[in-house]
């Protein structure tokens, strides 16, 4: 296994999965992905703002899907590959709230594992914010609108928004790695294909699960907070 590790990162070192972990990036890619992140975190401020302003008791479900987002991407499930691969839990945020305001909840929580568990790092912040806070939450957001819209099944669509937000999730991070580090042969594309082979066959079934989890986490809210949805207009 040592063996084909080193072969599969043969272009750069290991990049602790979709937390792309402290000093890994070069500081361009550092500034420049902090840059891409600030609208929407002013985005974010702004919606979070307003829905507190219109209801206090949103504050209720704002920390829910907070602690929803810290739990499950703090679980670290190790890789056949020797890496190491983690749910991201920004997809129930991104239905209830939209993309803007989970991009503030997942900055929150990046920074609060960086500091506390070493889990990615304070100068990849912005990398990990716009990976796992901002393109994973609009690609589940619009999967979500696109399918309501539609008719299609509420569980199936909580199910397809969650799951495949995650995944995009992690192909953002691993061309953002291949951005950073091209292979020398084959370049970025090269590079990409090398980080999505090692996080694949782990994050897959974590995509699926993470969206069984959030399919089971609505239906739970549509039981006991019937009131609470209402409030931020969440059709239940």
Excluded at 149 to 161: G, R
């Amino acid at each position: 296994m040592l063996v084909a590790l080193c072969a599969v990162f043969a272009v750069a070192p290991a990049a602790n999965a979709m937390h792309i972990m402290e000093g890994y990036l070069p500081p361009v890619f550092c500034v420049a992905w902090g840059v891409v992140c600030l609208p929407f975190l002013y985005l974010g401020f702004t919606v979070m703002n307003k829905s507190v302003k219109e209801n206090r008791k949103s504050m209720t479900l704002i920390a829910m899907a907070g602690a929803f987002v810290f739990v499950l991407s703090s679980l670290k499930i190790p890789s056949v590959t020797g890496s190491c691969s983690h749910m991201t839990g920004t997809g129930l945020g991104a239905i209830l709230f939209g993309p803007c305001a989970v991009s503030l909840l997942g900055l929150i929580v990046l920074v609060f594992q960086a500091i506390l568990l070493a889990h990615g790092g304070l100068t990849t912040l912005g990398a990990n914010c716009f990976s796992m806070a901002i393109a994973g939450p609009v690609l589940s957001w619009l999967i979500y609108k696109g399918l309501s819209k539609a008719n299609v099944n509420k569980k199936v669509t909580v199910f397809l928004a969650a799951a495949l937000g995650d995944i995009f999730t992690y192909c953002v991070t691993s061309f953002q790695l291949a951005m950073a580090y091209p292979s020398a042969e084959g370049g970025m594309m090269a590079s990409a294909a090398k980080f999505l082979g090692v996080f694949a066959p782990t994050q897959l079934p974590l995509a699926i699960i993470e969206g069984i989890l959030t399919v089971i986490v609505v239906i739970a809210l549509e039981t006991f907070a019937k009131s609470e949805l209402k409030m931020i207009h969440f059709e239940a």
